[in-house]
Nanobody, 122 residues
Framework: VQLQASGGGLVQAGGSLRLSCVVSGGASRFVAMAWFRQAPGKEREFVAA?????YYADSVKGRFTISRDNAKNTVYLQMNSLKPEDTAVYYCAADNGVIVSTISKGSAYDYWGQGTEVTVSS
């Protein structure tokens, strides 16, 4: 199984980006798919997940939207009203064993993409 993330780039504060994560090989339809991010010098943090419904970190709620297209084996992260503090490498993750209580924990996911870098300038 491979997860391929794309869509990152440089954007001004207030702008938008849409990240994509394509799953290929093996069990390509996972119950839970998520986005995490890691800013320079900081720990990886949960951003959003989709497991029957959407879950968001408080810091992105109302600005980011996670969605999935099962026909394309793809999960998206639409990011609006971007802020400089959203600057990070964004990783997609997937797993079939994630339960609600662990959906925001990176350790609950076995499959990870390579990351795509997002830079928001002020």
């Amino acid at each position: 199984v491979q997860l391929q993330a794309s869509g990152g780039g440089l954007v001004q504060a207030g702008g938008s980006l849409r990240l994509s994560c394509v799953v290929s090989g093996g069990a390509s339809r996972f119950v839970a798919m998520a986005w995490f991010r890691q800013a320079p010098g900081k720990e990886r943090e949960f951003v959003a997940a989709f497991r029957w419904r959407e879950y968001y970190a408080d810091s992105v709620k109302g600005r980011f939207t996670i969605s999935r297209d099962n026909a394309k084996n793809t999960v998206y992260l639409q990011m609006n009203s971007l802020k400089p503090e959203d600057t990070a490498v964004y990783y997609c993750a997937a797993d079939n064993g994630v339960i609600v209580s662990t959906i925001s924990k990176g350790s609950a996911y076995d499959y990870w993409g390579q990351g795509t870098e997002v830079t928001v300038s002020s």
